[in-house]
């Protein structure tokens, strides 16, 4: 019979000067919360990253319990590194061939691909294509008027784009 692991929160309480905003982060550099004035929250134990406004000097936390700090606290003990954060990227790289595919046939040809001809190039079915289409509009990457033909727009700029294979 396995034993299902317990996860113990600890409360975290950081008063800063009223108008300051606290930034907390993992010990990897992702964003946990923002509070301004105090923070106050349940998180599990581990290393954290403190900073009182966006882009200043960071200050590392190890939670192992309950704990309550002030900014003049946290600010005396030493800083750390900001973390560098991988981002995901935009898009998969069969999105990023469709819209380099809408980039190189809009400047070669003065006007959008349509689904017809996006589909003869990839080989895939109407279908295929038109979820395709969906996708990047959903994620922001293309503008369209549904109906319309040819109204596809890139809203990703050129130096963003993948090589078109």
């Given amino acids: 019979m396995s034993q299902k692991q317990e996860r113990h929160y600890h409360r975290l309480v950081i ?28 998180l599990l134990p581990g290393r954290y990253i403190v900073e009182f406004g966006l882009g200043t000097q960071t200050y590392p936390i190890h939670l192992v319990g309950d704990s ?16 560098k954060v991988e981002l995901a990227p935009l898009y998969t790289a069969k999105q990023g061939q469709y819209l380099a595919f809408i980039y190189y046939f809009t400047k070669v040809n003065g006007q959008a691909p349509s689904e017809a001809e996006m589909q003869r190039y990839f080989r895939v079915t109407p279908p295929s294509v038109h979820q395709m289409v969906l996708g990047l509009e959903s994620k922001g990457l293309i503008a369209r008027t549904p109906g319309k033909a040819r109204s596809i727009t890139l809203l990703v700029d050129r130096a963003e784009l993948p090589e078109f294979e």
């Fill in 68 to 83: 309550e700090y002030s900014q003049a606290e946290i600010q005396a003990g030493p800083p750390c590194q900001r973390p």
């Fill in 15 to 42: 008063n800063a000067s009223p108008g300051v905003d606290i930034w907390l982060a993992d010990g990897d550099g992702h964003f946990v919360q923002r509070e301004r004035g105090t923070l106050d929250t349940g």
